[in-house]
C-alpha cells in the first residue's frame, strides 16, 4: 500500500484536459516538493514536473503541476493519444522518497 | 549526453547472491545522488534508497534496510544494488536514477532502463 494515494485509473478524449490527483499527509506531500513521473508500457519512468509545478526542458507546457496543502495534481491539456501511459507522483517523507500507487490514463 | 547504462538481465536461484550496476556518464559523476527503484511485475514503483557517491552516504526505505546494499565505486563512475541471499519476492525490474545535485530530496531526472532480475527455483 502506498503512502501517496492516486487514482488507479483515469480517461479522456483528444484535446481533453485530464487531472490526477495525489494525496498524501503533513509529513510527506505537506512538508516537501511533489514530482511527477510518466511511464510508457514497456519504458522506464520519465520526469514530467519537478517542485511541483516545474518541467524539465523537452516536457509540453501541455504537463502542469500544482500543490496546496497536502495533496498535489497533474494537468494534462490538450491530450494525445501518445500521452496514454501510466503516472506517478513521489515526494520525500523525511528519511527517503515514496511513490503513489500510480494512475493509468486511457486515452479514449 | 547524460546517461545511466545498467546492466543486463539476470536470472537466478533463491538464496544466491546478485550484485547489478548502473554506470553514469555525461556528467559529473560523485555530485548527484543516485537512486534505485523496484518495479513488481505489473505494479507500480517502489523507492529503494539513494547514495551519495561523493562521501557513500547511504539511505534505505524502511521496507528495504537490511535487505540489499547500496554502494558505489566513484572511479568508475558506477553504482551497485546487491543482494546475499536472493527470494523469489525479489523478481522485478530494478531502475537506478540521477537525483539532486547534492541534495538528497530532489527528482531522479535521468532513468537507467531497468535490469530485470528473476528469482526461480
Known amino acids: 500500500q502506498s503512502v501517496l494515494t492516486q487514482p488507479p485509473s483515469a480517461s479522456g478524449i483528444p484535446g481533453q484536459t485530464v487531472t490526477i490527483s495525489c494525496s498524501g499527509g503533513?509529513?510527506?506531500?505537506?512538508?516537501?516538493?511533489v514530482c511527477w513521473y510518466q511511464q510508457l508500457p514497456g519504458t522506464a519512468p520519465k520526469l514530467l514536473i519537478y517542485?511541483?509545478?516545474q518541467r524539465p526542458s523537452g516536457v509540453p507546457a501541455r504537463f502542469s503541476g500544482s500543490k496546496a496543502g497536502t495533496s498535489a495534481s497533474l494537468a494534462i491539456s490538450g491530450l494525445r493519444s501518445e500521452d496514454e501511459a501510466e503516472y506517478f507522483c513521489a515526494t520525500w517523507d523525511g528519511r527517503g522518497g515514496v511513490f503513489g500507487g500510480g494512475t493509468k490514463l486511457t486515452v479514449l | 549526453e547524460v546517461k545511466l547504462l545498467q546492466s543486463g538481465a539476470e536470472v537466478k536461484k533463491p538464496g544466491e547472491s546478485l550484485k547489478i550496476s548502473c554506470k553514469g556518464s555525461g556528467y559529473n559523476f560523485t555530485k548527484y545522488w543516485i537512486g534505485w527503484v523496484r518495479q513488481m511485475p505489473g505494479k507500480g514503483l517502489e523507492w529503494m534508497g539513494i547514495?551519495?557517491?561523493?562521501?557513500?552516504?547511504?539511505r534505505y526505505s524502511l521496507s528495504f534496510q537490511g535487505q540489499v546494499t547500496i554502494s558505489v565505486d566513484e572511479s568508475i563512475t558506477t553504482a551497485y544494488l546487491q543482494w546475499d541471499s536472493l527470494r523469489a519476492s525479489d523478481t522485478a525490474i530494478y531502475y537506478c536514477a540521477r537525483g539532486g545535485q547534492q541534495i538528497v530530496n530532489e527528482a531522479f531526472d535521468i532513468w537507467g532502463q531497468g535490469t530485470m532480475v528473476t528469482v526461480s527455483s
Open positions: 517542485r511541483n509545478n
Open positions: 547514495i551519495d557517491p561523493e562521501d557513500s552516504d547511504t
Open positions: 503533513s509529513s510527506d506531500i505537506g512538508s516537501n516538493y
